[in-house]
């Protein structure tokens, strides 16, 4: 399956829970119950502990959909030099996984808005989270799923950064 069919656009995000598994039809939600996961984050970059937390989050439920920020949005948030990829690209790298059934980019900093709309059964979160601290905990079950230590987008990038210093200093 092509990724790009699992991104939206924004004018194309469902609208309600019922739109969402009309959207997701081509996937596995005809045989369960239909509970729908949600997460978002700025996946910038995408690294293994994304794609272990993702797999443990579509494993709660039939059908996962991923929010990602923008790319203003992830700049507010973490500040330079993100967004080290653009959220096309991180949106694509997304949909390519099995685990991700459905994924849109979001402008506002939070998700607030989609979480109203989508009503998902369980919001997921990494263990750096506290139920409470979660943007829509009151809106749906909050499952706070393992974090993996050792993968964080900062130490990937200061990794970058130091091979590239390296790479320098022999030229």
């Keep these: 399956m092509d990724p790009l069919s699992k991104v939206l656009k924004g004018e194309q995000l469902p609208r309600n829970a019922v739109d969402l598994l009309r959207v997701t039809s081509y996937q596995r939600c005809d045989t369960y119950s239909n509970r729908i996961v949600f997460t978002n984050g700025c996946f910038d970059p995408l690294h293994v502990g994304h794609v272990r937390f993702l797999a443990a989050a579509r494993a709660l439920g039939d059908v996962l959909v991923v929010g990602?920020?923008?790319?203003?949005?992830?700049?507010?948030?973490?500040?330079?030099?993100?967004?080290?990829?653009?959220?096309?690209?991180?949106?694509?790298?997304?949909?390519g996984l099995e685990s991700v059934d459905l994924v849109f980019v979001f402008e506002a900093d939070t998700p607030i808005n989609a979480i109203r709309a989508i009503s998902p059964d369980i919001i997921a979160k990494g263990g750096d989270y506290a139920a409470e601290d979660v943007v829509g905990f009151d809106m749906a079950r909050v499952a706070i799923l393992p974090f993996h230590e050792g993968y964080s987008s900062s130490a990937m990038l200061r990794l970058h950064r130091g091979m590239l210093a390296t790479m320098e200093a022999r030229l």
């Design 68 to 95: 990602i920020n923008s790319d203003a949005s992830v700049g507010r948030i973490k500040g330079l030099p993100h967004p080290f990829m653009p959220a096309a690209d991180r949106a694509i790298m997304l949909a």
